[in-house]
């Protein structure tokens, strides 16, 4: 890149740029933590009812939800790696003089959606917390 056509990380563009990214990422995060939280008060409520009344079948509703919940999670906190990634891209061209005016606009995931769905869904944030909830819902199914 010529000199004159050099974007400074000091540039309005730039900081505009990584801060619509940073909230992305925010929300993102914040929209999973709100999946799980929806997910043990809609599990709970349905265990109870389960309990009260007897009939394990509305337990295997607790289970449908759980994985319902599942891949809502697991598509945010692939979204959110999806747009961590575009950041550090971001940040690398900066940082080589390769950043062209067109990336300033470009506020995309970054990387295959189909591994980052993957990769997601076997995070130690996702597996276990949604497991767990899933064999209760089993277990009450099964021998209530």
Known sequence: M???????AESPAVQAHLGIVQAVIQRMA????SAK???IALNSAILVFVVERSDARFAWVAALATLLFLALDTYYLALEKGF?????EFIDKLHRD?????DLYAVQPSGSSWD???HAALSLSI??????LLG?????AKYS
């Open 2 to 8: 010529t000199a004159a056509s050099r974007i400074s």
């Open 30 to 33: 914040a929209n999973s933590a």
């Open 37 to 39: 939280s929806w997910c």
């Open 84 to 88: 961590r990634n575009a950041y550090n």
């Open 98 to 102: 390769e950043l062209a005016s067109a």
């Open 116 to 118: 980052l769905f993957r």
């Open 127 to 132: 597996l276990p917390f949604y497991l767990t």
């Open 136 to 140: 209760a819902s089993v277990v009450i």
